[in-house]
C-alpha cells in the first residue's frame, strides 16, 4: 500500500462524527473612513506613509531616498535603473536599494498592501531590495480580511502576498529590529492608479 | 431552607474557623444547616492525579453522607468543582447525579440561591486583595476572566462590596495562578513555590493588607510563601468577612 | 528510558534569575498584548466559535479534503508527496533534494521539521541546512532545540546571543547590541539565501479548494527561501487543511493576534502555483496525527494553529522555559500532544500544570486543554505511568478519605505531629512542602470536634 493511501486509509477509519461547516460572515462595519483606519495601522504595523505630493513618483522616490543608487521598479509610472521582467532572476536583485511597486489593494484592518506575481514581476523583489516603495490608489481599500479574501486574483495569482510593515524581528530579548531579512523599511505613497490601466 | 455542609478535609484538620464562619453565616441567613458527621474529602486529590480507583471510595462516601440533601454547601470552589464535574469513579446512579447537580460553592449559593443583598453585621476596615482561584474563576465561572472578552462581573466581588470599610486593591496580574494546583504544589515544587512567591509579592506591592478567596488551598498555599518571605500579609476566608470577622 | 523530570529542569530554569525575570516578563507582555487585541474586536468569541467549528468540520471530512487539495495542487503544477512518518518524511525530502543536486537548503520555521529531526538527517547525508528564522538559526548555532513554537529563542539573553555569534559567525565578542547582533546575522543569511540550490517553508494553512498554502513570517525568510532558489519543498502536516479561501480570515485574523498581539504577521503568503521555470514539491506528512484523531478525548488538540498563545498565558510555562518539557511541543498544548507521541518518556507532563484553564481561555480555536490534560492523568494512572511514591501515597490517602474512623484517625495524628514534631523534622527533604513555604500551624480542635461540641444535635 502507497503512503497516500496508508494515510488516507488511517484518515477514514479514526476521523470523528461529522460536524457542520459554519457560515462566515463578512463581519463589515461603516465605522471611520478606511483610508484613516488603513494609514493608522500601517504605522503601527512599522509601515511609513510617503507625504502626500502633488510631483510625479520620479520626484517622490527622490525626495524619499536621495542616496539611492540601484532603483528597480515593477510598475510603468517608474522606470528605475536596473530593469525588470519576469525573466530576470531573482540573484540578480541582490543590490537593489529600492524597489517601487504598485500594490492591487490594501486593507484597512491591518494596514496591509496584496502584491501578486502580476504587481511585482519578480517576487523576490520585494524581500531582496533594501527598501520598498509601495504605490496604493487610496479607492482600492477594503476593510478586512473577510473582503480581502473574497478578492478573485487570490485565485488567479501563483503567489500572493500580503505585506503590512517592513521586515520585523523581536527575537532578540524582545528588541524590535525593522530588516530582519527582509526590507528595512517599507513606505505607502497614496497615488491614484493612471488613467490607462483603471480599466482592469 | 436545608442545607448539607460539606468541610474539606484540609479545613476540618487546618482551619476550623472557616467552616465555623461558614456554618455561622449560614445559619444567620436564616439556613438550617447539616454536618453529616462521617463525611471526608470529596476525591479531589485522587481524581486529580488520574487515580480514578483510588478516588471511587471516598466518593460513594460523599455521596452517601450527602444523599438526603437538596442543597450541599462548601466553602471551597475545588471541591464543589470536582463534585459537580468530575465525581465519575463510581456508577452514576440517580442518586449520585442529584448530589453532584445539587453541589454549591458558598460564594455561588450566597449569590444565585440565597441572593443576599446584605450583610449588615459585617465590617472589614482594612486593604484587601482578592484572589480568585482558578477554580471559582474560570470553571464556576464566578468572575469575569481577564482572556475572555465578555462584559465586567463578580459574585464575590458583589458579596464583599456590601461589608462596611472593606476596601479593595488590585494586583497587577489579578487572575494568574498562584500555583497551588493540588499535588502540583508537593510534585513541582520550585515552580509551585516560584508561582506562590509571585503572587503575595504582588499582592503586598499593591498595599494588601489581607487576600481573601473562596478557597483555603490557595490561601494555605500563599500563607506558606508569604510567611517563609517574612511578608506582613494576612489571609482569609470570603466566609470568614462575610460573618463578621474583624481582622 | 526515565521519563522527563520536568520538575528538576524547572528548578534550574529557576536559578538563573535574570533570565528567568526576562522569559516570564516577555511572554506574558504577549499574552498582554493578545488581550488588547482580542478586546479590541467585538466579534473576537464569535471568530474563536468560528475557528473551532471550522477545524472540527474539516478534521472530521479530514480525507475529503486532503483528496481535494492534492488535486487541485497537482492542477496548479505542484508535485504531492505522502509520508507516513518522520523517517520517510526525511527520506522524501533528501530524495527530492539530491534530485536536483541541491547541496544548501535554506529554510524558514517549521515545527514539523523539528518533530522529525529533518536538520541531522540531512547533516549526515552532507546537505547544508541553513535556518532563516532569526531565533531558529540562533538555536541551530547553539546546538540547542527552540524552546517556543513562535519565539524560539525567548530563553536567551542578548548576551546569550552575542557569545553564540561571536563563537559561530563572527561577529564581535562582547557586542551585546541587538541591532548590530541583528545586522550580522542578516549579513551572515543573505549570501545563502542567493545561492541555496533549494529552499524549503513550512504551512500554516492548506487550502482544499484550490491547492494553496500559506506561511505567515515576520522576517520575510520564508518568502526569501521560497522565491529564490529554483526548488521549493513545503512540509504540511495533514491538520493543516482548511476548506475555503474565505475561511483563511478567520484564522489570519486570529493567528498573529494570539501569537503576538498585533493584528498580522508582516508577511502572510500564498503559494498557489510554482513560478515559471522553478519546481514546487509538497510534502503532506501524518507522523501520529491519523493516529491521533480516533483518540475520542485529544483528537481536538489537531485543531491547533501553533499561535503559542497557550505557552504565554502558562504560569508554568513562563517560570520553567520550554527546554524544560523535553519535547519539540511545550506548554500546555505539548503537555496533550507529547504523550501520544512516548507515553512514557512524556508521562510527567501532564502533572507540570495546576489546570488553572488559562489556556483553554486564549486558544483561538477552543481547545479543551486543561481538560485534555486531566484526561491525560487518567490515561497515566491506568497505563500504570505514575512515579511508585506518588502512586503509593495516592492509595494510602485514597483508602483513609473512604473510611470515616480512618480519617479521623490521620487528622487528630497530623495535628499532633505539627503541634509537637521539632522544626527540622517538619522542615527537611523529605518534606518538599517545607522547602520554600512554611506549613499550616495546628489547630485547638478540628471543625468536626467543634461541631459536636457546639452543634451536634440532641
Redesign the interface.
Known amino acids: 500500500m502507497s503512503s497516500r493511501d496508508s494515510i488516507l486509509a488511517a484518515v477514514r477509519a479514526n476521523k470523528p462524527a461529522t460536524s457542520p461547516v459554519p457560515a462566515v460572515p463578512l463581519f463589515e462595519r461603516a465605522s471611520r473612513p478606511l483610508l484613516d483606519q488603513f494609514q493608522e495601522a500601517l504605522v503601527s504595523m512599522g509601515g511609513k506613509l510617503a507625504p502626500h505630493s502633488v510631483g510625479d513618483v520620479d520626484t517622490l522616490l527622490r525626495s524619499l531616498f536621495p542616496d539611492a543608487c540601484v532603483i528597480c521598479s515593477a510598475t510603468s509610472e517608474l522606470r528605475g535603473t536596473l530593469p525588470l521582467d519576469g525573466a530576470t532572476e531573482p540573484a540578480a536583485l541582490a543590490d537593489v536599494d529600492v524597489g517601487v511597486v504598485r500594490a492591487a489593494f490594501g486593507v484597512a484592518e491591518t494596514g496591509s498592501v496584496w502584491l501578486s506575481e502580476e504587481e511585482l514581476k519578480v517576487n523576490a523583489l520585494a524581500y531582496l531590495t533594501q527598501h520598498l516603495l509601495v504605490l496604493l490608489d487610496p479607492t482600492q481599500i477594503v476593510g478586512n480580511l473577510h473582503e480581502a479574501y473574497r478578492d478573485e486574483r487570490f485565485r488567479s495569482a501563483r503567489y500572493a502576498v500580503l505585506v503590512t510593515g517592513p521586515s520585523a524581528t523581536a527575537d532578540i530579548e524582545g528588541v524590535l529590529v525593522h530588516g530582519a531579512q527582509g526590507v528595512r523599511s517599507l513606505t505607502v505613497a497614496m497615488v491614484p492608479r493612471p488613467a490607462a490601466s483603471r480599466a482592469t | 431552607m436545608r442545607v448539607g455542609l460539606f468541610?474539606p478535609?484540609y479545613?476540618?484538620?487546618?482551619?476550623?474557623?472557616v467552616?465555623?464562619a461558614t456554618?455561622q453565616l449560614l445559619e444567620r441567613l436564616g439556613i438550617d444547616v447539616?454536618?453529616p458527621?462521617?463525611?471526608?474529602?470529596c476525591?479531589q486529590?485522587?481524581a486529580?492525579?488520574?487515580?480514578?480507583?483510588?478516588?471511587?471510595?471516598?466518593e460513594?462516601?460523599f455521596v452517601r453522607n450527602f444523599q438526603d440533601f437538596e442543597s450541599i454547601v462548601t466553602p471551597s470552589g475545588s471541591c464543589a468543582h470536582h463534585v459537580r464535574e468530575?465525581l465519575d469513579a463510581i456508577p452514576q446512579t440517580p442518586e449520585v447525579e442529584r448530589v453532584r447537580r445539587g453541589t454549591c460553592e458558598l460564594v455561588e449559593f450566597l449569590h444565585d440561591v440565597v441572593k443576599a443583598d446584605a450583610f449588615p453585621w459585617a465590617e472589614f476596615p482594612h486593604k484587601v486583595g482578592l484572589h480568585n482561584t482558578?477554580t471559582t474563576l474560570?470553571?464556576l465561572r464566578t468572575a469575569k476572566?481577564?482572556?475572555?472578552?465578555?462584559p465586567e462581573f463578580s459574585k464575590p466581588l458583589d458579596l464583599l462590596r456590601k461589608v462596611r470599610g472593606i476596601e479593595f486593591v488590585t494586583p497587577s496580574?489579578p487572575?494568574?495562578?498562584c500555583?497551588?494546583?493540588?499535588?502540583?504544589?508537593?510534585?513541582?515544587?520550585?515552580?509551585?513555590?516560584?508561582?506562590?512567591?509571585d503572587k503575595v509579592e504582588d499582592h503586598h506591592r499593591a498595599g494588601a493588607e489581607y487576600i481573601v478567596s473562596a478557597d483555603m488551598s490557595c490561601l494555605?498555599?500563599q500563607?506558606?510563601?508569604a510567611?517563609?518571605l517574612g511578608l506582613d500579609l494576612r489571609f482569609i476566608h470570603i466566609a470568614q468577612i462575610l460573618n463578621g470577622s474583624r481582622a | 528510558m526515565r521519563p522527563i523530570d520536568h520538575a528538576e529542569a524547572s528548578s534550574h530554569f529557576i536559578e538563573a534569575k535574570a533570565h528567568l525575570e526576562f522569559h516570564d516578563r516577555r511572554l506574558w507582555d504577549l499574552r498582554m498584548k493578545r488581550d488588547r487585541q482580542a478586546h479590541g474586536i467585538p466579534e473576537w468569541e464569535e471568530l474563536r466559535n468560528l475557528a473551532s467549528a471550522i477545524k472540527e468540520h474539516t478534521l472530521s471530512h479530514l480525507d475529503e479534503y486532503l483528496e481535494q487539495f492534492e488535486a487541485q495542487a497537482r492542477k496548479n503544477g505542484a508535485h504531492v508527496h505522502w509520508a507516513r512518518d518522520a523517517g520517510e518524511h526525511n527520506q522524501v525530502v533528501y530524495d527530492i533534494l539530491s534530485a536536483h543536486g541541491a547541496k544548501t537548503l535554506v529554510k524558514s520555521k517549521s515545527m514539523l521539521t523539528e518533530e522529525c529531526d529533518m536538520r541531522p538527517y540531512l547533516e549526515k547525508r552532507d546537505i547544508e541546512v541553513i535556518e532563516t528564522d532569526l531565533g531558529e538559526r540562533i538555536q541551530q548555532l547553539d546546538d540547542e532545540p527552540p524552546s517556543h513554537i513562535v519565539v524560539p529563542a525567548v530563553h536567551k539573553l542578548r548576551g546569550d546571543v552575542s557569545q553564540v555569534f561571536a563563537r559561530t559567525i563572527g561577529s564581535e565578542p562582547g557586542n551585546n547590541d541587538v541591532h548590530y547582533l541583528a545586522e550580522a546575522m542578516r549579513r551572515n543569511t543573505r549570501p545563502y539565501f542567493l545561492k541555496a540550490e533549494a529552499g524549503m517553508t513550512g504551512a500554516n494553512f492548506a487550502v482544499a479548494e484550490n491547492g494553496s498554502f500559506v506561511v505567515c513570517t515576520n522576517e520575510g525568510n520564508a518568502d526569501l527561501s521560497a522565491n529564490v532558489p529554483k526548488l521549493h519543498i513545503a512540509c504540511i502536516g495533514i491538520e493543516k487543511i482548511i476548506p475555503k479561501l474565505e475561511h483563511l480570515a478567520v484564522f489570519i485574523r486570529m493567528l498573529s493576534r494570539s501569537a503576538l498581539g498585533s493584528p498580522i504577521t508582516q508577511y502572510t503568503s500564498h503559494f498557489h502555483a510554482p513560478r515559471p521555470g522553478t519546481e514546487l514539491h509538497i510534502v503532506l506528512v501524518d507522523n501520529g496525527r491519523s493516529q491521533r484523531l480516533g483518540m475520542k478525548d485529544f483528537w481536538y488538540s489537531l485543531k491547533c494553529i501553533r499561535c503559542g498563545a497557550c505557552m504565554n498565558t502558562c504560569p508554568v510555562y513562563r517560570r520553567s522555559g520550554g527546554l524544560s518539557y523535553g519535547a519539540t511541543y511545550s506548554g500546555p498544548i505539548g503537555i496533550i500532544i507529547d504523550p501520544a507521541f512516548d507515553l512514557r518518556k512524556y508521562s510527567t507532563l501532564p502533572y507540570a500544570s495546576t489546570l488553572n484553564g488559562s489556556c483553554t481561555n486564549v486558544c483561538p480555536v477552543k481547545i479543551n486543554i486543561h481538560e485534555q490534560i486531566y484526561k491525560w492523568r487518567q490515561v497515566m494512572a491506568e497505563r500504570n505511568q505514575l512515579p511508585l511514591v506518588k502512586k503509593e501515597a495516592i492509595r494510602v490517602i485514597g483508602k483513609v478519605m473512604s473510611e470515616p474512623r480512618l480519617y479521623r484517625a490521620a487528622i487528630s495524628a497530623a495535628g499532633l505531629a505539627f503541634e509537637h514534631l521539632p522544626r527540622f523534622a517538619i522542615y527537611n527533604w523529605l518534606n518538599p512542602w517545607g522547602r520554600q513555604r512554611e506549613v499550616p500551624e495546628p489547630p485547638k480542635q478540628s471543625f468536626r470536634s467543634w461541631y459536636i461540641e457546639n452543634r451536634r444535635p440532641r
Open positions: 468541610v478535609c479545613i476540618d484538620a487546618f482551619f476550623p474557623e467552616g465555623i456554618l447539616i454536618y458527621l462521617d463525611q471526608t474529602c476525591g486529590p485522587m486529580n492525579s488520574g487515580c480514578q480507583k483510588d478516588a471511587a471510595g471516598a460513594a462516601l468530575h482558578c474560570r470553571k476572566s481577564s482572556e475572555i472578552d465578555e496580574r487572575d494568574e495562578c500555583g497551588f494546583g493540588g499535588t502540583f504544589s508537593v510534585f513541582e515544587e520550585p515552580v509551585s513555590a516560584k508561582m506562590g512567591y494555605m498555599h500563607k506558606g510563601c510567611a517563609r
